[in-house]
């Protein structure tokens, strides 16, 4: 929201305080000043009132009934930066942003009936004002929405029982639950989470029951953030109303389930894997959030170093062979096989993938999603797919011996074969394979690259400032005392755009590791990964956390993300 006389009123603000006006350029300029300690909050408050010729009001020290709270609704709080604090009779005091913004103030005097009393407030305090209070109605009408059920459940066993003492654990019928599970609040709850998850770029949404209260966290940029947290009461209404949207059984809560729903946001499609598991509490819902519209898969724009880059296009350009791509969950893997995929897609070449589940479509890409329910499993896909003539095969990951044998019988027999498989780096997973009973002379045969990936937040490119670390932190890192001396580093001092963590989106750091003939020699000899890592870095393969000091010296990332996803080999 931008107010009538936004200009003036920052060059009175300058004016007054004796400073530059390009300090106050910025959308959250108040924030801003009061940050630096240019200002106090109440000096600030004082020209603001002197400007606009209305009384302030400090919004950190009132607190605010919910009946107040419900006179505006939300929509129009939100829309015209305000918040009603107080009503004194027929009068509602309303803190305004922009107390001159009178079209406002009388569309509300006239919704209301009441007189309006208008006082200026800190836009940043209104919407955390907003946030907090509007929060705590929605509680409590959730609460009120199940106290009823309950209630009504209880006179109906009080009949019932006629008098006789009985000791028992409330359970809501199924109908109820159904009923439940499409009121409106309810309905309103779960969009919410979901668009609010949308908003933010999370890639996952945790709904947990616990004794006392419903945890709501998002995964952003792969570090879980606690959002909200709401009564207990609600968890079996919010659980089901997710469980009809992606057709799961609402009366099953003591085994887990999986499915999957759609949405559109933006115009775009998104897909939601959905999971449940039975805890102590309640159950607790995962929802996987997949959309393609946020997919970015250009192998160039991975963040592959120049070295690495190369090595990687020449192993999927290759004719045969294996190409490996490990890591934990959630590091990418799928992300850099995608990308690898596209860039090979011609209509010339047959690609046939085998994935549990496909997370996105490809088109000109024949993708297959296991079943073993009927016993559509990796290696039986993979048997079928050596009969489809295909040029490239990805194997969404190689989970068993039989799969992995399969898939080395294909990559020795002409095919190019894409993979991932979970081990901590890249020497590791060729001796990962020998332990899984592939012989070694086959691995060395086979196998031509591996991928070893992590994900570290990139700093907030909105926010970011020179910062300098610690010497201490930096030498943990790996840096040498004579590299430390001209190193700039950065970090972000956080801002709304990132939510005040200092992050925003994450990096890739890729270690590769070319099979040459002296690694080669060194898997058929049996030598251990430590071994075969030294003879790789002898040949120029940098590990993670050497790429890692690469990203940090060109500000994308900090020194405690790469000490948080990577080693220190």
């Known amino acids: 929201m931008v107010r009538a006389d936004e200009v003036k009123l920052q060059r009175f603000v300058a004016d007054r305080l004796g400073i530059p006006m390009q300090l106050l350029k910025k959308d959250n300029w108040e924030e801003e000043l009061i940050k630096k300690k240019i200002v106090s909050e109440e000096k600030l408050l004082s020209l ?61 005097r006239f919704t209301t009936g009441f007189k309006i009393q208008p006082y200026v407030a800190l836009p940043f305090r209104i919407k955390e004002k907003l946030e907090e209070v509007y929060g705590k109605v929605e509680e409590e009408f959730f609460s009120r929405l199940k106290s009823e059920i309950m209630k009504e459940s209880k006179a109906k066993e009080e009949e019932e029982e006629a008098g006789e003492l009985s000791i028992s654990t409330q359970v809501i019928s199924l109908d109820d639950l159904k009923s439940l599970a499409s009121q409106a609040p309810i309905v309103k709850l779960v969009n919410a989470l979901i668009i609010e998850a949308l908003k933010k770029g999370a890639s996952d949404i945790h709904i947990e029951p616990f004794e006392k209260e419903l945890r709501i ?81 250009d192998l160039s724009e991975l963040g592959l170093e120049e070295r690495e880059y190369e090595l990687l296009k020449r192993g999927i350009f290759s004719p045969y062979g294996m190409v490996l791509v490990t890591g934990p969950t959630g590091s990418g893997k799928t992300t850099t096989l995608y990308s690898s995929l596209l860039t090979v897609n011609k209509p ?39 009969r489809q003539d295909p040029d490239i095969i990805m194997v969404g990951e190689i989970r068993d011996t039989e799969t992995a044998e399969i898939a080395v019988e294909a ?20 001796t990962r394979l020998v332990e899984m009973g592939i012989e070694p002379f086959l691995v060395s045969s086979s196998v031509i690259l591996v991928i070893a990936q992590r994900l570290a937040r ?8 020179p910062y300098q670390y610690p010497k201490e932190v930096l030498l943990e890192v790996g840096f040498k005392p004579e590299e430390i001396e001209n190193l700039q580093t950065f970090k972000g001092k956080g801002c709304e ?73």
């Not at 085998?354 to 499993?377: A, F, K, R, S």
């Not at 700093?459 to 970011?464: D, M, R, S």
């Open 48 to 108: 603001l009132s002197e400007f606009f010729g209305v009384p302030y009001v400090d919004l950190r020290n009132v607190e605010i009934p919910s009946d107040v709270v419900k006179i505006v609704p939300r929509s129009t709080a939100e829309k015209a930066l305000l918040v009603a604090f107080e009503k004194k009779g027929p009068t509602l005091k309303l803190a305004m942003a922009d107390p001159t913004d009178v079209q406002t103030r009388e569309r509300i």
């Open 217 to 297: 966290r998002y995964r952003i940029d792969g570090v879980l953030h606690v959002v909200s947290k709401y009564q207990p009461d609600i968890k079996d209404a919010v659980v089901a109303r997710i469980k009809v949207l992606s057709g799961l059984d609402i009366a099953e809560k003591r085994l887990p389930q999986d499915g999957r729903m759609k949405a559109k946001y933006q115009g775009r499609d998104i897909d939601f894997r959905v999971s449940t598991v039975p805890t102590v509490y309640g159950e607790k819902v995962v929802l996987r959030i997949l959309d393609k519209g946020a997919l970015r898969l």
């Open 348 to 386: 010339e070449v047959n690609i046939m993938t085998v994935e549990d589940p496909v997370e996105y479509n490809l088109y000109g890409i024949n993708q297959v999603q296991v079943n073993p329910e009927i016993g559509l499993t990796f290696a039986r896909a993979l048997r079928a797919f050596l």
């Open 411 to 430: 990559a020795l027999t002409g095919h190019l074969v894409l993979s991932t498989l979970h081990t901590n780096d890249a020497p590791s997973t060729v």
């Open 458 to 465: 990139r700093v907030c490119p909105y926010c970011k400032e």
């Open 497 to 569: 755009k990132c939510d005040f963590t200092g992050y925003k989106g994450r990096v890739a750091l890729y270690e590769v590791m070319e099979v040459v003939p002296e690694i080669r020699d060194a898997i058929v000899k049996g030598k251990n990964a430590d071994e075969i890592r030294e003879i790789a870095r002898k040949h120029g393969m940098r590990t993670l956390r050497e790429i890692g000091r690469i990203k940090i010296a060109k500000g994308i990332t900090t020194p405690e993300e790469v000490l948080r996803v990577t080693r220190s080999y």
